[in-house]
């Protein structure tokens, strides 16, 4: 049971990642707040699903503002990786180096990123009981097999 709890939260911390990194990569404000307002109604029916208190709630707005907070300021980095690079392409010859290096940056922020959302997961874990969590994986797992269901339609 706990390895099916772990396999479920990672399933939600990809699909965390994944629609958060689509929201960053937004180039206009509404196309993000879009992205945070489809995962925060998500979550919130989530929470409903699950029957989560009060106190919980607060936990689970709480990371999930969180992990918003570390996304903005991916996106911010974003904006200057990417003048880094047509700098360095921009050039009369290209130092594969300097290329390598600013993936080798790119890959720590987005590991960093990865390793705050996944401290916000634990944090929600943590808060929920053994029964919201087992009643939220299998509800995670019937709407990811109805999600697969309507891909291989």
């Known amino acids: 049971m706990k390895k099916g709890i772990l396999i479920a939260a990672g399933a939600l911390t990809v699909a965390l990642v994944a629609g958060a990194a689509y929201a960053a990569m937004g180039r206009h404000g509404h196309g993000v707040k879009m992205m945070e307002n489809m995962i925060s109604n998500r979550v919130e029916d ?59 940056q790119k890959a720590d922020q987005m590991r960093a990123v990865g390793h705050t959302i996944v401290a916000q997961v634990v944090r929600v874990h943590d808060a929920l009981t053994k029964d919201q969590r087992a009643k939220l994986i299998d509800h995670l797992k019937k709407k990811h097999a109805r999600a697969l269901q309507m891909h291989n339609e």
């Open 46 to 104: 989530a929470a409903d699903f699950i029957e989560a208190t009060p106190q919980q709630r607060e936990v689970i707005e709480s990371a999930k503002q969180e992990v918003f907070k570390t996304l903005e300021t991916g996106a911010a980095n974003r904006q200057a990786h990417a003048g880094e690079v047509l700098s360095l392409l921009s050039q009369d010859s290209v130092d594969a180096s300097q290329l390598n290096a600013l993936v080798d």
